[in-house]
């Protein structure tokens, strides 16, 4: 009877801890999926999901912890358990920190969203939360796990003997570790100096990509064509690479055309002013047609326009093009470039060349004369 009384004793502070416990336990998972719903308009229902997950674990556990001092366990039974209830209520409130710090960075990316036309400041303000955070989680983590591991004697032991040879051990993890601390610094570095952010429009080893995602060791750039190149973050620190968007989205671009010296360039303004006016892209600023260029049978005509992003300024340039070629081929087809011959009839004398254009024509040897005598017009027998 008194090994049964005894068994009693133990168990049934255990039991009452363990179903106080599962009942806390059920009723906090229950206001977790509540708030769940309402977190979106309610701050109240944020709080309480961060709180809730983390404390339904951890109440059981201080209960059986409880439970414990107050049964007649052996006391070198009672520390063991008491040992580790301890560390994983140590852990749930690393986990607790961990979804608080989270939360606040969700708080803060909400209240600046990037889908709006002028998202600059959106963009620096997310980049350094999310830098940062990652970094504040990472060491919380680090110092939660090393509290939960210097409980155990043994460990504190080999912590002690470390120390001793601190500056092997010291100089060893250094190597070993340079990269590790190398990103942490560069990722410091970006929160702060911001050479990239989230969103902005780089060129990365040759590659035109938007910034997807910026972690404490790496970041995402998401390519054109839907690829994704992972590059550390040490190494924006370290190498050059072209930033569209550091400080304004806006951008010039040009579209190239080799034109026959004939082309009319007072025309060729007008269509490109009315191109722009007609294209809702353009915004505004910029819309020039200059001869950048001589060659000796073409001139080079560039188109510069500008637009409010790097997306836009492509498809501009693109239809620009595009609408120029057709205005040139359908108005003045003589403006697009040209290979002209000299041609000598059988029988005629070496001074009566006939000269055809590539369209077929045929001028006569006065127009040829003319034609030689223009400094505009390019030499004959050349291709243009």
Request: proline share 6%.
């Amino acid at each position: 009877m008194q090994d049964w009384s005894q068994f009693g004793a133990i168990a049934w502070p255990l039991l009452i801890a363990l179903a106080l416990g599962l009942l806390v336990r059920r009723a906090l998972l229950v206001l977790a999926a509540h708030a769940r719903a309402r977190a979106a308009t309610h701050l109240r229902a944020r709080i309480a999901q961060v709180v809730a997950v983390p404390a339904a674990l951890a109440l059981p556990l201080l209960f059986l912890s409880i439970a414990v001092t107050a049964t007649p366990l052996p006391p070198e039974w009672a520390g063991r358990i008491q040992h580790w209830l301890g560390i994983g209520t140590l852990l749930c409130l690393t986990w607790l920190l961990v979804r608080a710090v989270g939360a606040v960075e969700r708080r803060i990316l909400r209240e600046h969203p990037v889908d709006v036309a002028d998202n600059l400041q959106a963009r620096r303000v997310q980049t350094q939360t999310a830098v940062i955070s990652r970094v504040i989680q990472g060491a919380i983590i680090l110092v939660g796990v090393a509290l939960a591991l210097m409980t155990f004697p043994a460990i504190r032991q080999i912590g002690a003997t470390l120390l001793a040879s601190a500056g092997i051990i010291g100089l060893i993890a250094g190597i070993a570790a340079k990269p590790v601390f190398g990103n942490l610094i560069a990722g410091l570095q970006i929160a702060l100096a911001q050479p990239i952010r989230l969103d902005d429009v780089v060129i990365v080893e040759g590659e035109w990509g938007r910034i997807e995602e910026i972690t404490s060791t790496y970041v995402v750039v998401r390519i054109w064509d839907e690829r994704r190149m992972v590059v550390p973050l040490q190494w924006f620190i370290e190498n050059p690479f072209q930033n569209w968007t550091r400080s304004s989205a806006e951008l010039l671009g040009t579209a190239f055309l080799w034109l026959d010296y004939r082309t009319p360039m007072d025309e060729v303004r007008a269509e490109l002013q009315r191109l722009c006016e007609r294209d809702s892209r353009w915004d505004g600023r910029v819309c020039v047609a200059q001869v950048t260029e001589t060659a000796e049978t073409t001139i080079q005509v560039r188109l510069l326009v500008s637009a409010r992003d790097s997306g836009s300024l492509f498809d501009l340039r693109c239809a620009v093009r595009e609408g120029m070629i057709d205005f040139l081929a359908a108005r003045h087809p003589g403006a697009l470039p040209r290979l002209r011959a000299e041609v000598h009839e059988p029988g005629a004398g070496a001074g009566a060349p006939r000269r055809r254009g590539s369209g077929g024509e045929t001028d006569s040897p006065g127009a040829e004369e003319s034609r030689e005598a223009d400094p505009a017009a390019p030499p004959a027998a050349r291709p243009s």
